[in-house]
């Protein structure tokens, strides 16, 4: 008897502890339980083949038991431009995903947009379906995108060249550019940029302009030539360092830049040697060169005509002018006002020499560099930098009507009526706008003889407003 019952109660407890492990271990099936830290993820725009940044979502299972999911799926499946993985899988279908009560997981999305006919943005859409036994809910993914001109390298890459392509003649400014690798304006070719064009460069692409070669980039105030990175999404969309430079060879000649609006590279804009042509290697003009990892404008041995520009924020230098040349600088505003790290190194930096491959030094005539109605500013306590070489070479340099930030006494022969330390006031030294505040002392301070035939500023207003023209790129209007 007293068996009969102990075995009547083991078997008892023994269903007791069977039925309430599988009531606690039971997954339930109520799709409102689940929700998710956005009901929509978007996507800044991204352009045709190319990858956009990774985003992700959270899911909350807010019951207290395990929920089990009989699938989740990209609605479009193989033939969506996106790409989902979960729990550390890529895939497009995933099945009897299960999520512990009060857990949460992530979903990982990106997208790539492929090409169409559409000259103007276009929108990519598709959702992520989560299903149970009773019921789904649904994840919008939205991306914006553009078609565009893509410049791919044709040629191999050889013991000498990078892989690159060929680019010349006048392009369209209809859809976007962009380029990869490099792309090559060769010798006795001319590449003609209108107004209007938008160019993106990919990680480490370079326009290349080669010996013999000429760049006229000619925007207009209305309708400035962009040129960016190709990562638009927020996180990299204002990030240096995200491209290589536009790059005016040795012997390159005759180049033109006005009205463009050049930001977020290693280099903006390098100009190397003059070689035979007495024309200036390059005529800048009205043009915003901006946060770059390491320099805004490097010329080596050249000849630069510039007016109307700003040379902003860089890792190292917003102006390198080195191994000598021939400069000419009016009315362009200088600020460098870099804080993603520190910079140790004055804003502007003249040099004439360099130390060859064999270790002798080599001196190269800084014959002149002449700076009228500049601003010259920055963060650091000195921002130009004198590199002259010790053992003699020309080094020629004049700063005539400029506000500077320096250590250096300004009333020595090489600094014409020019002030130094006072703050130009600019607007806001945290972005690219350097334009003046009302009570600048860099107002009304400019030389007109300097401005000569200077009829506008950077943004096309009149450049004599006042009792003198101001310093720098803007007219205080």
């Known amino acids: 008897m007293i068996k009969s019952v102990l075995r009547n109660i083991l078997i008892f407890f023994s269903v007791s502890f069977l039925f309430f492990a599988c009531q606690k271990e039971a997954f339930i099936s109520d799709i409102h339980k689940i929700t998710f830290s956005t009901d929509t993820l978007l996507f800044d725009t991204v352009f045709a083949t190319i990858g956009s940044t990774t985003k992700w979502i959270k899911i909350y299972n807010n019951g207290k038991q395990p929920l089990q999911f009989k699938a989740i799926y990209l609605q ?16 497009t279908h995933f099945s009897d995903v299960q999520l512990n009560g009060k857990d949460s997981m992530y979903l990982f999305v990106e997208v790539t947009i492929d090409p169409n006919n559409e000259k103007n943005a276009f929108i990519v859409q598709d959702s992520v379906i989560f299903e149970t036994t009773n019921g789904i809910k649904k994840l919008q993914l939205v991306a914006f995108g553009k078609n565009a001109y893509f410049h791919y390298p044709t040629h191999p890459q050889t013991a000498h060249l990078p892989a690159y392509s060929l680019v010349s003649g006048t392009w369209k400014n209809d859809k976007p550019h962009v380029i990869y690798g490099y792309a090559v304006v060769d010798e006795d070719c001319t590449l003609i940029i209108p107004a209007g064009t938008r160019i993106y460069m990919h990680n480490n692409a370079v326009l290349w302009v080669y010996k013999g070669g000429t760049l006229k980039i000619l925007g207009t105030h209305t309708q400035p030539v962009i040129i960016r ?53 390059l005529i800048l003009s009205n043009s915003i060169i901006t946060n770059f990892s ?64 064999y270790g002798n030094w080599q001196i190269r005539d800084l014959t002149q560099a002449y700076f009228g109605n500049c601003i010259i500013y920055g963060n650091n306590e000195e921002e130009i ?57 860099a107002i009304d301070r400019g030389n007109p003889s300097i401005t000569g035939p200077i009829g506008a500023d950077i943004l096309g207003n009149p450049r004599w407003v006042g009792s003198a023209p101001d310093l720098g790129a803007y007219e205080k209007q």
Not at 76 to 91: E, K, M
Not at 246 to 265: M, P, T, V, Y
Not at 314 to 340: E, P, R
Not at 405 to 432: A, C, E, R
């Open 76 to 91: 479009g499946g193989t033939n969506s431009p996106f790409r989902i993985s979960l729990n550390g899988l890529a895939g």
């Open 229 to 281: 990175g190709d990562r638009l999404d927020p996180y990299y969309r204002d990030l240096p360092g995200m491209w290589g430079k536009i790059w005016l060879s040795a012997g390159s000649k005759n180049n033109e830049i006005h009205f463009a609006d050049i930001r977020n590279g290693r280099i903006g804009i390098q100009v190397d040697t003059i070689g035979n042509s007495t024309n200036p290697t």
């Open 294 to 357: 390491t320099a805004a404008l490097v010329a080596q041995g050249s000849n630069v005509y510039a007016y109307n520009c700003v040379f902003g924020n860089a890792g190292y230098f917003s102006i390198l002018l080195n191994i000598g040349g021939n400069y000419v600088f009016k009315h362009c505003t200088v600020g460098n006002y870099w804080n993603v790290s520190t910079r140790s190194t004055p804003a502007l930096v003249l040099n004439n020499y360099y130390k060859d491959i």
């Open 385 to 441: 930098g004198l590199d002259k070489f010790p053992g003699g070479g020309a080094f020629n340099y004049t700063f005539e009507n400029c506000l500077i930030k320096t250590k250096m006494d300004v009333s020595q022969g090489n600094f014409i009526s020019s002030w130094k330390n006072q703050d130009p006031l600019f607007y806001n030294t945290d972005s690219t706008k350097l334009w003046l505040k009302s009570n600048s002392p």
